[in-house]
T-cell receptor, first 113, second 112 residues
Framework: AQKITQTQPGMFVQEKEAVTLDCTYD???????LFWYKQPSSGEMIFLIY??????QNATEGRYSLNFQKARKSANLVISASQLGDSAMYFC??????????FGAGTILRVKS | SQTIHQWPATLVQPVGSPLSLECTVE??????LYWYRQAAGRGLQLLFY??????ISSEVPQNLSASRPQDRQFILSSKKLLLSDSGFYLC???????????FGNGTRLTVT
């Protein structure tokens, strides 16, 4: 069974600095996808970035990048130049050969001015 | 473009009452559909998913059920709500296991 672990319940970062949110995963599948979502206090789930298990390059989307280390089974999210609007809950998730997306427990990020 | 509609946004129901939450997707065909539940301050728990009309997979045994009467319609139901059914319910769709899930705005259910 697939499992996602996010060990940081909460993180603080100073505005304009970079922050890394940790995510490790466990799966026996060879082909899988890794996702990061942002959930503001309004509750909506916003897709941020995707990394496929066979992708050789780390995924990037604007200020978001995914530090994918396959041997370590980690898929950390890096947010550069943090903004106050980045304050939210962040979820790491994965899917394998099935059609299910399994989520981690999430990390609350607070950006300080 | 594709859109997903989920309603109602909030719902307060007494214990023992029935439940029906509806979700519809526009702008795509044969999507995978999902129901997730999120307890306050917690992660998302997959309840049901469907890869086609009439095809429902249940992930967690409970007093909830799901149905997909049409290609782009997904319904979450209960005959008798429990206090433990309170939570934030999210409907989502995707076009496959490697595609991101796109979520509705959610329904905040409070069972009293």
């Amino acid at each position: 069974a697939q499992k996602i672990t996010q060990t940081q319940p909460g993180m603080f970062v100073q505005e304009k600095e970079a922050v890394t949110l940790d995510c490790t995963y466990d799966t026996s599948d060879q082909s899988y996808g890794l996702f990061w979502y942002k959930q503001p206090s309004s509750g909506e789930m916003i897709f941020l970035i995707y990394q496929g298990s066979y992708d050789e390059q780390n995924a990037t989307e604007g200020r978001y990048s995914l530090n994918f280390q396959k041997a370590r089974k980690s898929a950390n999210l890096v947010i550069s130049a943090s903004q106050l609007g980045d304050s939210a809950m962040y979820f790491c998730a994965m899917t394998g050969y099935g059609n299910k997306l399994v989520f981690g427990a999430g990390t609350i990020l607070r950006v300080k001015s | 473009s594709q859109t997903i509609h989920q309603w109602p946004a909030t719902l307060v129901q007494p214990v023992g009452s029935p439940l029906s939450l509806e979700c519809t997707v526009e702008g795509t065909s044969n999507p995978n559909l999902y129901w997730y539940r999120q307890a306050a301050g917690r992660g998302l728990q997959l309840l049901f998913y469907s890869v086609g009309i009439g095809q429902i997979s249940s992930e967690v045994p409970q007093n909830l059920s799901a149905s997909r009467p049409q290609d782009r319609q997904f319904i979450l139901s209960s005959k008798k709500l429990l206090l433990s059914d309170s939570g934030f319910y999210l409907c989502a769709w995707s076009m496959g296991a490697r595609s991101p899930l796109h979520f509705g705005n959610g329904t905040r259910l409070t069972v009293t």
